[in-house]
């Protein structure tokens, strides 16, 4: 029977906050950002807060390297349509908070927005999405790169290690096992399970900083809630997108219908009573308005 290891979000609230086990997010972030990952201090950040029920669907931990450079590290569990858009806000929150006032804009620290999510977000089968940013030659095609003064003066190679850069895991997506180290870190993401042959950074140390086993009592009682309370918002989550993918043929249906039929009345209230429907399953309205096209207004009003 394999060994039950810890879920990483709950991880983050509650272990590896501690400096002794910095180097179990060393070895994650190090595997994927393909360099050298060290911590020098941890941040306390707005998705830490801890309550006697544990049920956040959001954690987050700010990380400090010894370069001065910036990770915000988020787990999402839940559905949320504008997640491009938080992921955004959290990396502009950080380049004003850490820029002090009269420092020179050159003091700006590099960021990285690491993003572990747990639903279903854009279109794309991949489980790992990065965005860096370069300026290309809209008519030559080239690379806009550094002069040799900035190089020296900001410590950069290229133009893209001023800017925020962001990691999108869309952990449902990995299928498969693990062939690779970071590949190894996206399995255990997904199945909060280390297998014994696992060798990435920070492996050797998560296998066993992360055991359940290993938790007192109280804290075992603690995880087992917060567990418990997952698989509830799992099968809610699942209910949900089952749901909502129903509603999705119906209306395309509907229109199939209308067209032939020219019935398109029909099809506006067939739309607004899907749209009542969802609002009574308890959907948010970005969630029905993107299913329905009806605006926020109409929803609002029903």
Known sequence: MPTKHIRFDWAIKRLLRNKANYVVLEGFLSELLHQDITIKTLLESEGNQ???DDKSNRVD????????ELILIEVQNNSQLDYFHRMLYGVSQLVTEYLEQGQEYGEIRKIYSVNIIYFNL??????????NSEFIGVNS???????????????IEKVADIFPE????KVRNFKGAAETTLQEWIYFLKNSEIKDEFAAKGMVEAKETLRVNNLSDTERAAYNRYMDNKSYEASILSTQEFEAQWQIEQIEEEKMRARVEGREEGLQQKTIEIARSCKQQGLDIETIMAITQLSREDIEAL
């Not at 931990?61 to 001065?68: H, K, P, R």
């Not at 806009?144 to 190089?151: D, G, I, M, V």
């Open 166 to 169: 962001y990691y999108l895991l």
């Open 122 to 131: 854009g279109k794309g089968n991949d489980y790992i999405y990065r965005l």
């Open 50 to 52: 801890q309550s006697i």
């Open 61 to 68: 931990i700010l990380a400090e390297t010894d370069s001065e």
């Open 141 to 155: 095609g080239d690379t806009l790169e550094p002069t040799l003064a900035q190089e020296r003066k900001f410590k």
